[in-house]
Every structure is written in C-alpha cells, then in structure tokens.
C-alpha cells in the first residue's frame, strides 16, 4: 500500500542493534493492528529498514560505546542530533518514539519537545533511572508523554515521579525454547538424558570474560569431583568463542561450545542449572526456568562504583522483578569458586532449594506475563492508546 497524507505517521528513533530489533517488531505489530494504515520515518538500523523506515542516516554513526568510541566522533553525533531533531520538526509525525540508547534518543526528545511541543513523544525503554536517583526520573515528565517498560516493577516506580508507564514485557519472553528442544539438544550432542547438565555463561564482552572464566573454570573442577556425570554448556556470541576455547582446553569436563541462538536456546531448555554473569542472561535463564547463581568481577573502581553508587538492592533482575533475594549472587570479593560451587550444587540436584528455586521462576513468569500477548503488540497498542486510536 503506498503512503498517503490520511496515514498515521509514526517517527522511530533507534541506536543501536537491539532497539533496532524492538523497533522493527513494534512497527510490524503497528502495521497489523492499523490495517496498513501508517508510515514511518526516523533512524533505524538493517531490521526496521526491512519494517519499511528509510533511515534518515547509517543508524551506525550512532552506534557507539565508552569514552574511546564516542570522543571522536562527537562532532558527527552532534550532528546527527540536530539532523534528527530537524526532521521532527519540520515533519511533525503523529508521534516521536526513541528507543533505548538514552544517550543520543533522549537528546532528541528534550530538543524536539521544546521547538514541536505538539509532538507526543514515547520513549521505548526506560533508562536505568530507577538504579540512581529519581530527580533523572523526574526530569523526564516534561519531555515524555508516555514510557514503555520491559520490566514489570518499571510502572510503579515512574508513578511516584508523576511519569505516564505502561508494562509491555520484556523481548527475552519471545525467545523462549520451543517445546521439546531440550531432549533434542541432549540426544544430538550426546548428553545422557539425566545427567546434570550445567549452563556456564561467563558474559559476552571480551573484558567479561578475562574476569570470568578463570573462576568458572575452577568451579567447574570443584563441581566435577561432587556432581557426578556432570555435563557442561557454555554458549558464546562469536567474537569471544576463540579466547574460551583455549580457556576450557584444560578443564576437567568436556565442554560442548555452542554460538547459534537457537541452539543457544535449546541448550536452556535442557539445563539442570546455570552459573552466569551478571546481566540481562539472567532474566532470560529465569524465563526459561533454569535455576542459577550469578556472579560477577571487575576492576576495583568499577565494583565499588556498582556496589555503592546504585540505589539497587540486588544486580540480578529477577530478585528485583521478584522483590526478594531469590537467586543467590556473588559479586566482587565474594566471587570465589568454593563459594559459587556451594551455591550451584544444591542446584543440580533434586533438594528443596532447587524446588524453591524452580516455583519463584514459575512466579516470575507469570509476573512477566509468558503466554499472554507478544511485547511488540502489547507496545503498539500503547502507542495507539496516546493518540485515542483504538487497534483495527
């Protein structure tokens, strides 16, 4: 269907590869629940282009982390700002959505909000407001109409600020293992079908897994004289697999490497239990019902700024989603592989701890809402619901 001016127009604003991700399945779903009806415009990256947004520049101008990447490049940033901001204004879409990357999006909507006060701005993603202080929260009423939260604990916290949030769910819940993919990992790789079968995910940057896999390696040979026929997955992303390869060379245990998402997945689903960095993979073993200790190292400033500075009682997700130490964490000084084995290992048999471990993780799937309606529609409708526009 070609663009007419009865259109809704809806301008998407993404920096980086996993807003590009959101992004592309929020426009797919907005799309569908307008029958057609809608045109976009903005910066994206290769999937929202695909969506149908002709990006107004190479979403990689933007797509930078650290002080290294982004000091030289702050003069083609700035401008990318203004040449955002610009086509707002001078467009003046139905509706602005920034997703994630607060960095460069909320530069965007503080400018755009200022010179097209009439442009409703939704930002898909809260920034980690709630882990500093909420004056940055605050700040955000006179700029955001609306936010779309990944997280479930998001809504209320932005209410006590005076902040319009909407719980959509997080996208870990449309990466779930398909029924069965589990056995089917198992019998492929050869993995006896009742052996403990332990997850090791020692994070997915390469300065993670310096501070990491040393120490998971040594637990792992703690766990190989107390677990017997104990099996070991470590899933990697590729451009760490060559440093854990000759990492694990000398482990007691065989260890099955596994890079495809899908088998990656699979993998989860097969797992007795899971020894992971802190991160996101957290919520994602959670999703999938795999019980866990999560641990983390790293430079000293860098570990005393996360255990003092940010206003969280945990750094594990699902003790936050939850609202109680649920899944055991060893962080800085307490990231010690006697005291990681002694947590794992109640975990990979069958003992009341790994029950209660397995019924909070039912508890925080319901809480997320697995099995009800896909995030990208929950989201479009929220959009919808900011211009008084019911769903097709």
């Known amino acids: 269907m070609n663009a007419t001016d009865n259109d809704l127009h809806i301008m998407l604003v993404a920096g980086e590869p996993s807003g590009d991700a959101l992004g592309a399945e929020l426009m797919a779903s907005l799309r569908d629940m307008t029958c ?115 997280l479930p604990f998001e809504p209320a916290f932005l209410r006590t600020v005076g902040v319009d949030c909407v719980y959509v769910g997080h996208p870990a819940i449309d990466r779930l ?42 637990t792992v040979t703690r766990l190989a004289k107390d677990v017997p026929g104990l099996q070991v997955i470590l899933p990697v ?22 890079e495809d998402e899908m088998e990656k997945r699979a993998a989860f689903d097969a797992a007795t239990a899971a020894l992971a960095a802190s991160g996101t993979v ?15 190292r790293a430079e000293a400033v860098v570990g005393w700024f996360a255990l003092n500075i940010l206003k969280i009682p945990s750094v594990v997700l699902v003790n936050l989603i939850l609202d109680r130490p649920s899944v055991q964490e060893y962080l800085q000084f307490r990231c010690r592989p006697d005291a990681l084995a002694e947590g794992l290992i109640p975990l990979l048999h069958d003992t009341p701890a790994r029950a209660r471990a397995l019924a909070d993780l039912d508890e925080l799937r319901g809480r997320m809402g697995v099995g009800g309606e896909a995030p990208s529609r929950r989201a479009a409708r929220a959009v919808l619901e900011v211009l008084d526009l019911p769903p097709s």
């Open 282 to 296: 957290s919520l994602e073993l959670g999703l999938a019902r795999v019980p866990m200790v999560i641990a983390y």
């Open 237 to 258: 992303v590729s451009h760490v697999r060559e440093r854990v390869e000759a990492e694990v060379a000398d482990w007691p245990v065989a260890v099955t490497i596994v």
């Open 36 to 150: 057609g009806r809608v045109r976009f415009s903005g910066v994206g990256g290769p999937r929202m282009s695909a969506e149908g947004i002709t990006s107004i520049f190479p979403m990689t101008d933007i797509s930078v982390m650290g002080p290294r990447e982004i000091i030289p490049r702050l003069p083609l940033i700035f401008n990318r700002i203004r040449q955002t901001v610009r086509h707002a204004v001078i467009e003046r879409p139905d509706v602005l959505i920034v997703i994630d990357s607060p960095e460069f999006t909320h530069m965007v909507a503080r400018r755009v909000a200022r010179r097209a006060p009439s442009v409703p701005i939704i930002d898909y993603v809260l920034p980690s407001v709630w882990a500093w202080r909420r004056g940055r929260a605050r700040a955000m009423r006179k700029y955001i109409r609306r936010v779309l939260a990944l």
């Open 177 to 218: 293992p398909v029924q069965g993919a589990g056995r089917r990992f198992r019998a492929e790789h050869g993995l006896p079908e009742e052996a403990p079968l332990l997850l090791v995910l020692p994070g997915s940057r390469l300065n993670e897994v310096k501070h990491l896999i040393g120490i998971f390696g040594e």
